[in-house]
């Protein structure tokens, strides 16, 4: 499995920015490379169930958003650094919730909707809280 690791979470307030990011390793188990994977950005409000956010194509750099986070949410990896970041802008206090990145092998797999569903991930870093005052 990949190791991932969070950072970036804090408080900020409604209207401002912040810039997660997830550090990846252990990918080269059986001969991966982190090419071989999509990366996802997931979040989970206290009593809500983790839902899907952002996820990237390591590989070609594709990317997929979900409706609520498009136009304020860029992900981008950075292949030198093994890193893949998550640029968030015009926050919302909807937006408050701890945030995981998660990696599996297939790096199309978010192109279907059960690719991007949160059960099909197979690797998860710790999370980071964000959150949003009003």
């Known amino acids: 499995q990949v190791q991932l690791v969070e950072s970036g979470g804090g408080l900020v307030q409604s209207g401002g920015s912040l810039r997660l990011s997830c550090a990846a390793s252990g990918f080269t188990a059986y001969g991966f490379t982190l090419e071989n994977y999509a990366i996802g950005w997931f979040r989970q409000a206290p009593g809500k169930e983790r839902e899907f956010v952002s996820c990237?194509?390591?590989?070609?750099?594709?990317?997929y958003y979900e409706d609520s986070v498009k136009g304020r949410f860029t992900v981008s990896r950075d292949k030198a650094k093994n890193t893949v970041d998550l640029q968030m802008k015009s926050l919302q206090s909807e937006d408050t919730a701890v945030y995981y990145c998660a990696a599996e092998p297939g790096p199309n797999r978010f192109r279907m909707s059960a690719g991007r569903s949160p059960s099909t991930f197979s690797s998860w870093g710790q999370g980071t809280q964000v959150t949003v005052s009003s």
């Open positions: 990237i194509n390591y590989s070609d750099g594709s990317t």
